[in-house]
């Protein structure tokens, strides 16, 4: 029985990137490519994930590199230009979950300004029943220790634990831990794999979100908000995802 689902958060809920920034400074997708290759590299962005800073980082980068100062200069200060939004069919996963009453948690790594920024900006963050952050800890995923401070301070069990992320070194590492590990390739594909799982609460789509928004306006049962956009590019409107009352008023789909 599955007790918790644990988020990664970029590539899973947050769509981060950075080249949605600096696609906007290399006109040569090509030079960018190289930029990001040779200068502003992934080895060099996993310091901030472990908790340094970003403007000292981009300085001293940027004293070894000055004919990119600028393109440097913009990782700490347009940061957020990275992230394009959420995912909203994740979202959609994750306010079922909490919907159904099952604890969610955020394991990801994430600078710490960022991160506060985040929190404000994406309400979802605030569906979560706690976060642990890398560069809050100064210890990043894939170490296990990261995933050991997520289970002891929560009081999570491994083997009734479903950890999401879109990485495989990271999905290795909690599966060693004893972790329901799921490589996200998408929103439909993690539902099935949580419905085989067993959580409760899912439905097999998306499209049967829209369908038990319509349940939930005919049965008149009250509303748990879920803000967010359920299908479609228009908000809808408060919807309650309380399988049980729906299936005690005989308003479920026999397919859900």
Known sequence: MVSAVVFDLGGVLIDWNPRYLYRQLFPDPGEMEDFLARICTDDWHRQHDLGADITASCERLAALHPEYRDAIMAWAQRGEEMVAGQYDETVDVLCELKAAGLPCYALSNMEPGPYRIRCARFAFMTWFDGHVISG???????????????LERYALAPETTVFVDDAPTNVAAARALGLNAVLFTGARPLRQALRAFGVPGIALSRRWLAVLAMLVVRAGVPALVCPHRLAGSQPTQPVCLRKALLEERGYLPSVW
Request: avoid cysteine.
């Open 136 to 150: 809050l800890e100064r210890v990043a995923k894939p170490d296990r220790r990261i995933f050991e401070i997520l």
